[in-house]
């Protein structure tokens, strides 16, 4: 008599692990999306020829580099003293001063300032290949923008030309 209660219990327990709802499979939570990158505190706008108010002789301009041409982001009179430059920011041109500068024969830094100290422009350049034929030569470094205390750093290409 203990075999079919044996029976009837092991059956019984089959049934009621057959009924039990299966374990689901886990799954990982996504990925985090990876966060926007924040806009920049200010827009370095592209300046137009007609921006070049003031700015007279042999010029130095950027872009960014690998942009396209005609999205200049910074022209200088490129003089060792006095020189002036323009950026604008926000939509607004801003005319800075030199304030220092040093250079080699490889490269340099010049460093330029509006005259309410709110935008500082480093042009921190390597030069490159010269052209005799056009008076002018290569340049790329990086600009670095500081507007009310926040900056950005932009890769840039350009040169001098007289």
Not at 136 to 151: F, P, Y
């Amino acid at each position: 008599m203990t075999r079919p209660i044996l029976a009837i219990v092991l059956t019984g327990a089959l049934l009621l692990g057959a009924c039990q709802p299966k374990a689901q499979p886990t799954v990982p939570a996504p990925a985090p999306k990876p966060a926007a990158p924040a806009s920049p505190a200010f827009v370095i706008g592209t300046l137009a020829d007609s921006d070049y108010s003031g700015i007279q002789g042999c010029m130095t301009v950027f872009s960014r580099a690998g942009s396209q041409p005609d999205n200049n982001l910074f022209v200088e009179d490129a003089v060792d003293t006095d020189a002036k430059g323009l950026m604008k920011i926000d939509g607004t041109m801003i005319g800075v001063k030199l304030a220092s500068q040093t250079h080699t024969s490889k490269g340099g830094l010049r460093l330029f300032r509006s005259a309410d100290g709110k935008l500082s422009v480093a042009e921190n350049y390597i030069t490159g290949t010269a052209h005799e034929d056009t008076d002018s030569v290569e340049m790329s470094g990086t600009l670095t923008v500081t507007w009310n205390g926040t900056s950005q750093a932009i890769k840039v290409d350009g040169g001098t030309a007289c």
